[in-house]
């Protein structure tokens, strides 16, 4: 029910947020504006956790206030401001990764902002295993601590 949910979400925000485009960037109905709806970490290695901060603008009239941020998975966690943000004024939700699976993953962010509207944005990447030793194991070194 839940992906039902975000799904919706995701192809209203994706869907409104296209139709309205102004010098590059991604503008939803005249309050929110965004440089990027998608970040791409590219390769992480397993167990090192990531970070990118998302920037927001207020384009509105009236201060925005961003209500929650959700994460369409306990393995992405995003933090944010609950202060208002003044009309044209830029906060950031910085959101991490803790690549703690390996293989490829794309996360869904829910930003809810000014009672009820949404605003979704994704990071993705592929996380790679690391090797358990930097350097294979090399016997003749007992071998060596061995001899008199």
């Known amino acids: ?20 485009i102004k010098q590059g960037d991604i503008v939803l109905a005249d309050v929110i504006q965004m440089k990027e709806l998608a970040f791409d970490f590219g390769r ?19 201060p925005l206030a961003i209500e929650n941020v959700m994460a369409s998975c306990g393995c992405t966690t995003p933090e944010w401001s609950t202060a208002p ?18 293989g490829s993953f794309e996360k869904t962010i829910t930003v809810m902002y ?16 690391l090797h358990e030793q930097t350097a294979p194991r090399n016997n003749s070194v007992s071998l060596l601590k061995n001899v008199n």
């Not at 943000?85 to 390996?102: D, L, W």
């Open 44 to 62: 992480i290695p397993q167990g090192k956790p990531v970070n990118h901060n998302f920037l927001i603008t207020n384009i509105g009239k009236e």
């Open 1 to 20: 029910m839940r992906r039902i949910y975000l799904s919706i979400v995701l192809l209203l925000a994706t869907t409104l947020g296209f139709s309205q």
């Open 114 to 129: 000014n009672k009820g509207q949404t605003k979704a944005f994704v990071i993705k990447g592929n996380v790679w295993k």
């Open 85 to 102: 943000v003044a009309s044209g004024q830029t906060t950031e939700i910085k959101v991490g990764y803790n690549a703690a699976a390996e």
